[in-house]
């Protein structure tokens, strides 16, 4: 089946340093990625769509500064975490749809660590 | 009120029994989603469905679209269905719900 590859799986960065997240399709083209965000104990959050050749969209809340997001191709969007701080300590994770969203595939997940 | 509401947050059962969590949402979907989150973060989709019923193996979902409420039925369960299973409402987006945590015990 379909894979959804996301990469770092763990980091640990120091305050004020960024940190860059992968995520590919590995076996299908995604010209629509979500990056999430979910702290312990607490649901997923949706922080931004990723579409591929044109500007992400976030949702209210999210600063599209510190979360620089990029879709260069159909199988690559990234996730920038600029600027970092420990309250930016989370779980980020990315998932892409099958074209007309029959289906959904998540990548690993990446737990950022800011010290 | 959020959009996407489970029922209950915790379960525990024992191995064996029949689980069945509950999921109401009050957007309008195209599908709505199920999930399986491990203890290490991973997600993995176990179903993904518009209508009626799907089964795979132990685990039946079935979705009312009428009263906007779904349920994902686990039978026969065993301590490694131990994890959190979250609903997501899918239209263009995923919104999700808080999840259940359920726990298997032998």
């Known amino acids: 089946g379909a894979v959804v590859s996301q990469h770092p799986s763990r980091v640990i960065c120091k305050s004020g340093t960024s940190v860059k997240i992968e995520c590919r399709s590995l076996d299908f083209q995604a010209t629509t990625m979500f990056w999430y965000r979910q702290f312990p104990k607490q649901s997923l959050m949706l922080m931004a769509t990723?579409?591929?050749?044109?500007?992400?969209?976030?949702e209210q809340g999210v600063e599209k500064d510190k979360f620089l997001i990029n879709h260069a191709s159909l199988t690559l969007s990234t996730l920038t975490v600029t600027s970092a701080h420990p309250e930016d300590s989370s779980f980020y994770i990315c998932s892409a749809p099958l074209g007309d969203y029959t289906e959904a595939f998540f990548g690993q997940g990446t737990r950022l660590t800011v010290v | 009120k959020n959009e996407v509401e489970q029922s209950p947050q915790n379960l525990t059962a024992q191995e064996g029994e029949f689980i069945t969590i509950n999921c109401s949402y009050s957007v309008g979907i195209s599908a709505l989603h199920w999930l399986q989150q491990h203890p290490g973060g991973g997600i993995v989709s176990l179903f993904m469905?518009?209508?009626g019923k799907k089964k795979h193996g132990r685990l039946i979902a079935t979705i009312n679209i009428q009263e906007k409420h779904s349920s994902l039925h686990i039978t026969a369960s065993h301590p490694r269905d131990s994890a959190v299973y979250i609903c997501?409402?899918?239209?263009?987006?995923?919104?999700f719900g808080a999840g259940t945590r359920l726990t298997v015990k032998p």
């Open positions: 469905l518009s209508s």
């Open positions: 997501a409402a899918v239209n263009n987006d995923m919104r």
């Open positions: 990723s579409n591929e050749g044109s500007k992400a969209t976030y």
